[in-house]
């Protein structure tokens, strides 16, 4: 009778054995997908930027509106970027943009007419790298391009001039309804300017006469000044300028003999304040940080991104010296003509 009391009570114990190892064994296999499912997220690698400028920042247009939209995508984007200046030598072009595509993923060639021939070889060198051609196309095969309708600005340019030179309320402004026009180097993009202010004046009053010059210089603000004094002595009182760096010139000569001035690129009032009276703004930091927002989030960029008045890469600066200088109803015929840009209502024409 012990024995059997002894056999039932081992048998027992090892039904409790197994019933103990069946129940760690089942634990073990239920914590196994929660390991799996707290397993880290792979963070997304962002591709680096990099912009090479002809020229230098502080130039107070075209390279410093790149710089600001660079630095926006860095600050809110988080991209890692560099920002190569040429100051306007030539002989370093070439070096510079093998320097930014051996270090970096995509380059914004900033404007990309001057770097033709070294963009050619760049690419050659460096086929896998991204290129932004910035200011206009290129035959290039691969390289993506940024253009404006600088046109459609230097309308709303002529439109405002055709009217504030009929305004003889305004100081500086005589009665003989001249302004003026003073581009830069002989190039396509600067006679884009040319053709679509001498539409926006004709728009505004066919009878408003247009003086026309160019320095024949990007740089020299010089003769942007005496190319400005030469119209402003023919009767022009109201000139824009579309001449680079040159241009600047053209912002002194204004402040020196009493005329008024248009800018371009930037907002230039505070350079020659009450002589400025707006700027025609080419948004190039709103078209970079665009333009790397799209390739940070995976979309496929165009072959040529178009920046204009609709899209808000093309305004003029409405600032404290426009709404001081130019009367509410002048002010309502350039919105007017701005909203009929962008309805397509005014068609402007282009350089060809």
Known sequence: MKKMLKLVSLLVLLVLLSQLVACSNNSAATATPSATATAPVETKTLPSFAIVANDAIGDRGFTDMSSEGIIKAANELGIKYKFFSCNNDSSIYLDTLKAAAESYDVIFVVPGYFFDVELEKTKAL????????????????????????????????????????????????NDKKIVGFVGGADMPVIHDYEVGFTQGVAYADPSVECIVRYTGDHYDPELGKVTAYNSYEEGADVIFQAAGPAGLGVLEAAAKNNFIAIGVDTDQGYLQPGFVVSSMLKRVDTAIYDIISKICNGETLEDVSVYNVANGGISLADNEYYQSMVSADIQKKVKEAQDKIISGAIVVKNYT
Do not use: H, R
């Open 126 to 173: 460096y086929p896998d790298k991204t290129y932004i051609y910035v200011d206009g196309t290129t035959k290039l095969e691969g390289v993506k391009s940024c253009v404006f309708s600088q046109n459609e600005g230097a309308f709303l340019a002529g439109v405002l001039a055709a009217n504030l030179t009929q305004d003889t309320s305004v100081k500086m402004i």
